[in-house]
């Protein structure tokens, strides 16, 4: 499956955490897997991405607070979402890159923080 496939989103307090998880296809050679989101009304924003080396990069926002991982082997990447504030409520995107270059967004997952 080319399209990544988002689970995790839902509501959660302020102060609260959430887990959002992308999957692949294995057989896909990912160069990078990252996080967007998009508030209403918003540009959609880099929230992290990291590569198959491991580098990772945050928005400042959230530096701290979110921490993006991947496995290889399985062609997932999460985000964990701790501490969480009313700001970080948008739709949620993973986007992968493939070694050749082709990039590929998901459906887009809700996240809400609100008390």
């Known amino acids: 499956q080319v399209q990544p496939v988002e689970s995790g989103g839902g509501l959660a307090q302020p102060g609260g955490s959430l887990r959002l998880s992308c999957a692949v296809s294995?057989?896909?050679?990912?160069?990078?897997m990252g996080w967007y989101r998009q508030a209403p009304g918003k540009q959609r924003e880099l929230v992290a991405q990291?590569?198959?080396?491991?580098?990772?990069n945050y928005a400042d926002s959230v530096k701290g607070r979110f921490t993006i991982s991947r496995d290889n082997a399985k062609n997932t990447v999460d985000l964990q979402m701790n501490s969480l504030e009313p700001e970080d409520t948008a739709v949620y995107y993973c986007?992968?890159?493939?070694?050749?270059?082709?990039?590929?967004w998901g459906q887009g997952t809700q996240v809400t923080v609100s008390s």
């Open positions: 990291i590569t198959t080396g491991g580098s990772t």
């Open positions: 294995r057989s896909l050679f990912t160069h990078a």
């Open positions: 986007m992968i890159v493939l070694v050749i270059g082709s990039r590929y």
